[in-house]
């Protein structure tokens, strides 16, 4: 039933470490996005990918690599992790269609904690 | 930047209607007002946007001023749950193509029993 998943919810892992944040759609929606937000509340987007190309990178560290398997996928590489890297991750998803709808959807997020 | 300006928090009895307030100046003739909540530790969910008429769905009504400079979500009959933060966002729709959200600080409603 779940419309934008990612896995893992929670993440705690040491500073220099690689890890990974996974994220699928079931809405078939053409657009993908990871957002961060950060201990202050801030919501703010880090990249988004449409049909699998990427089309926005918000001045985000290059340590951060989107992967885009498919439409329904779009997963968050990070290497080298640093203490300002813990915040929550989400990814989200729209389409657009004829009215200009978009159903951006948003997942329940990755509680990223760097130790 | 958001071009969005909204109270920090705002309080609302149970049952009563709720009105958060959203100022957008500089808004430009083809951007719309969205509003989306979080819920805490949750995604933000979309709740209703409009262009220059009054919008309304189950969820709530979205008035607009005439000369769009201004715009008031309105839950009618808050419930505890609807505690939450409320964005009001400006930005284009756009077809095709992909759209950032651009989120302020948003106002933070607290409904009371």
């Known amino acids: 039933d779940t419309a934008v998943s990612q896995t893992p919810k929670y993440l705690v892992t040491q500073m220099g470490n690689d890890k990974s944040i996974k994220c699928e759609q079931n809405l078939g929606h053409d657009t993908m996005y990871w957002y961060k937000q950060d201990s202050k509340k801030f919501l703010k987007i880090m990249f988004s990918y449409n049909n699998k190309e990427l089309i926005i990178n918000e001045t985000v560290p290059n340590r951060f690599s989107p992967k885009s398997p498919d439409k329904a996928h779009l997963n968050l590489h990070i290497n080298s992790l640093e203490l300002g890297d813990s915040a929550v991750y989400f990814c989200?998803?729209?389409?657009?269609?004829?009215?200009?709808?978009?159903?951006?959807?948003f997942g329940s997020g990755t509680r990223l904690t760097v130790v | 930047d958001a071009k969005t300006t909204q109270p920090p928090s705002m309080d609302c009895a149970e049952g009563r209607a709720a009105n958060l307030p959203c100022n957008h100046s500089t808004i430009s003739g083809n951007e719309y007002v969205y509003w989306y909540r979080q819920i805490h530790s949750q995604g933000p969910q979309y709740i209703i946007h409009g262009l220059k008429n009054n919008e309304t769905n189950e969820m709530a009504s979205l008035i607009i001023t005439e000369d769009r400079k201004s715009s008031t979500l309105i839950l009618p009959h808050a419930t505890l749950r609807d505690t939450a933060v409320y964005y009001c966002i400006v930005r284009p729709t756009l077809r095709g193509g992909s759209e950032k959200l651009v989120f302020g600080k948003g106002t933070k409603l607290t409904v009371n029993p």
């Open positions: 989200a998803s729209s389409r657009f269609d004829r009215r200009g709808e978009e159903g951006y959807t």
